[in-house]
């Protein structure tokens, strides 16, 4: 098992330009989140998915939006990246109760 | 809301010495208390988790956390540091059922080891 992938790895945009990250995990878990790390402040949810089709907001949602068509997949869109949104992103998966499993994670520069 | 406090932004201890990671957390109900480890340019590993039972878990790599419902702490520990402890350590509190298993992750604190 691969457990939970994220690609890419590092990327870095210009203000106002979009882009996609994928997250796909092989472990057949309903739940999945999109977290964003910043220094000092934990981690924080910005979206996440309690199955496949649906999706729901998290902690810091603004300026993301999220896709689960398949159930192993969920994607994060930066639709105008901002350098607010310089950050490493993470993706995690989960049965029903909260063990979460998490990827290695994609650093984001937005310059 | 839940909420995770990690009173110590960063510790350092000689190798060899034991180690406490303190946690504190706010919870409506029941929770369940997981304690996740960060390596450098690394993903987060789950090193122990609360969901019932007995209060003391043991974890992976000589880790053990004590879950003490009476001061809402979930303090980790260890009792001789290794230099490959070096990391930076992040309690967790999430739900049960009804939930979507959302954790909320306090904001951690940075392990240094001197040899």
């Known amino acids: 098992n691969a457990g939970v992938t994220q690609t890419p790895k590092f990327r870095v945009l210009k203000t106002g330009q979009s882009m996609t990250l994928l997250c796909a995990q092989d472990?057949?878990?309903?739940?999945m989140y999109w977290y964003r790390q910043d220094p000092g402040m934990g981690l924080r949810l910005i979206h996440y998915?309690?199955?496949?089709?649906?999706?729901a907001k998290g902690e810091v949602p603004d300026g993301y939006n999220v896709s689960r068509l398949k159930k192993q997949n969920f994607l994060l869109g930066l639709e105008s990246a901002a350098p607010s949104q310089t950050s490493v992103y993470f993706c995690a998966s989960s049965l029903q109760v909260p063990k979460q499993f998490f990827g290695p994670g994609t650093r984001l520069t937005v310059l | 809301a839940q909420s995770v406090t990690q009173p110590d932004i960063h510790i350092t201890v000689s190798e060899g010495a034991s180690l406490e990671l303190r946690c504190n957390y706010s919870?409506?109900?029941?929770?369940?208390l997981f304690w996740y480890v960060q390596s450098p340019g690394q993903g987060l590993q789950l090193l122990l988790k609360?969901?019932?039972?007995?209060?003391l878990v043991q974890g992976i790599k000589g880790f053990e956390a004590e879950f003490k419902r009476s001061q809402s702490s979930f303090n980790l520990r260890k009792p001789s540091v290794h230099w490959s402890d070096a990391a930076e350590y992040f309690c967790a509190v999430g739900g049960g059922t009804g939930t979507a298993s959302k954790l909320t992750f306090g904001t951690g604190t940075r392990l240094q080891v001197t040899l």
């Open positions: 609360y969901f019932s039972g007995d209060t």
């Open positions: 998915s309690v199955g496949e089709g649906t999706t």
């Open positions: 472990m057949n878990h309903e739940y």
């Open positions: 919870y409506g109900a029941t929770p369940y």
